[in-house]
């Protein structure tokens, strides 16, 4: 962190938002939400003012859940490329939305389609952050058999972002879903190793073994509340966080 809550100052410098497709679904629980995508973009927008360099890592599961597929008898790699195309789909559509925000954005997909967006490249990425650009990672890692998840962690990791941020729709980590246990309790800092060995539902093991090897902290927060994406940044304590430190 560089910054300090309430000096008004960025705590971080270059963050990667995760963002999931059933974020951009809203109430429908499924498809797009235009209300919602206006919603995300003027809040990206007023984070980029203060001079943050934002990444977007896009999910999939509102149009296509390729774990979901499989276990229908989908071949899962298949079921995986699939769902991949999709994060394509949100992006364009985040994209559209950021740009009406008056924001410059570029979508990098990691499954080469230059009719709609670049290939993925480390240093492209980074200029395009560097130049005050919004750029939204789609596709995933490329490759199936790997979550959205984990290709939040690995680009966060290879652009040198200070923290990755999960969008959720709830107000951080629970001992267990509150929505199922009424005695669940939120944690505000918990390590890698407690997620790990508790079964904390953060992230799939891979995002956060990766995210624990390059000490990349994680933070969960609640999307649905107004303005929360601007508290993270200039540090106050929102939602939960996952690192080092107990």
């Known amino acids: 962190m560089t910054g300090a809550a309430g000096s008004g100052r960025p ?3 270059r963050i990667v938002l995760k963002l999931s497709g059933e974020a951009l679904a809203g109430g429908q629980g499924y498809g797009i939400d235009p209300l919602v995508l206006d919603r995300i973009a003027a809040e990206v927008r007023d984070v980029a003012s203060l001079g943050v360099q934002i990444a977007i890592v896009m999910g999939g599961g509102n149009i296509f859940r390729g774990v979901a597929a499989s276990t229908g008898g989908m071949d899962r790699a298949t079921a995986d490329y699939m769902g991949m195309l999709a994060t394509i789909i949100n992006a364009l559509a985040l994209q559209d939305a950021l740009e009406k925000s008056s924001l410059q954005t570029r979508v990098l997909s990691a499954i080469e389609m230059r009719a709609v967006a670049e290939p993925y490249i480390r240093r492209r990425a980074i200029r395009h952050l560097e130049k005050g650009r919004v750029v939204i990672f789609a596709a995933g890692t490329g490759n199936p058999f790997f979550t959205t998840d984990t290709a939040g962690a690995l680009r966060a990791v290879e652009i040198g972002a200070d923290v990755i941020i999960k969008a959720t729709k709830v107000d951080g980590i629970y001992s267990a879903d509150p929505k199922l246990d009424k005695n669940a309790q939120r944690l505000v800092h ?8 508790r079964g904390l539902q953060v992230m799939d093991a891979a995002a956060i ?3 624990m090897d ?3 902290p994680i933070i ?3 999307l649905t509340r107004p303005g929360n994406i601007k508290r993270i940044v200039l540090g106050e304590a929102v939602g939960s966080i996952v690192s080092v430190g107990g």
């Open 220 to 222: 969960v927060f609640d």
């Open 190 to 197: 918990v390590t890698y190793i407690e997620v790990l060995n």
């Open 11 to 13: 705590a971080y410098r």
């Open 209 to 211: 073994s990766l995210c």
């Open 214 to 216: 390059n000490k990349l």
